[in-house]
T-cell receptor
Framework: AQSVSQHNHHVILSEAASLELGCNYS??????LFWYVQYPGQHLQLLLK??????LVKGIKGFEAEFIKSKFSFNLRKPSVQWSDTAEYFC????????????FGAGTQVVVTP | GAVVSQHPSWVICKSGTSVKIECRSL??????MFWYRQFPKQSLMLMAT?????????EQGVEKDKFLINHASLTLSTLTVTSAHPEDSSFYIC????????????FGPGTRLTVT
């Protein structure tokens, strides 16, 4: 069974700082990769996804992620965070033939201070 | 974008009773829905995959007789927690897969279950 690892469980940073959240997965075959965000009191929302093609994907709200196949990684980045980016971020992976079921990482709580 | 709703948003029940949670895709048809469980400050754990018109597929360790899933239509899946106990208290989240070749899922807002 595949696993998804998120390296940071809790990140605190100031507004305008850059953010990078690590995500590694264990599955060696073809996978689809996702980053979801959960704002306080809200449901999960898709930030961005990678299925194939350009390994640098851009999502909503200024987020981007880079798929590095050789490192089994899909790290999330944002050059300059805002207070409203305070949320929990989840990396997720699915195998194309698994009905689309997602394996989630443990999540990273990001707190942006004014 | 696609909207998934859940009802109720929170429920308190007594130990030994059963609780039904509904998950609806409001503006699209979902042949596949998923049920997750999220413990406080933890990630989502997939409980089962629900396919319209067929039996749900449960993940290892999830009791199918305790967590009954019914996907009776293309817009509705229900999760019934039978004979609930305090350890079943949790946040239950459903998602619906966007139809077609995409593997995107849209998530419901979740249901907070508290068993007293």
């Amino acid at each position: 069974a595949q696993s998804v690892s998120q390296h940071n469980h809790h990140v605190i940073l100031s507004e305008a700082a850059s953010l990078e959240l690590g995500c590694n997965y264990s599955y060696g075959g073809t996978v689809n990769l996702f980053w979801y965000v959960q704002y306080p009191g809200q449901h999960l929302q898709l930030l961005l996804k990678y299925f194939s093609g350009d390994p640098l994907v851009k999502g909503i709200k200024g987020f981007e992620a880079e798929f590095i196949k050789s490192k089994f990684s899909f790290n999330l980045r944002k050059p300059s965070v805002q207070w409203s980016d305070t949320a929990e971020y989840f990396c997720a992976v699915n195998e194309p033939d698994s009905w689309g079921k997602l394996q989630f990482g443990a999540g990273t709580q990001v707190v942006v201070t004014p | 974008g696609a909207v998934v709703s859940q009802h109720p948003s929170w429920v308190i029940c007594k130990s030994g009773t059963s609780v039904k949670i509904e998950c609806r895709s409001l503006d699209f048809q979902a042949t596949t829905m998923f049920w997750y469980r999220q413990f406080p400050k933890q990630s989502l754990m997939l409980m089962a995959t629900s396919n319209e018109g067929s039996k749900a597929t449960y993940e290892q360790g999830v009791e199918k007789d305790k967590f009954l899933i019914n996907h009776a239509s293309l817009t509705l899946s229900t999760l019934t927690v039978t004979s609930a106990h305090p350890e079943d208290s949790s946040f239950y989240i459903c998602s619906a897969r966007v139809p077609g070749g995409s593997y995107e899922q849209y998530f419901g807002p979740g249901t907070r279950l508290t068993v007293t």
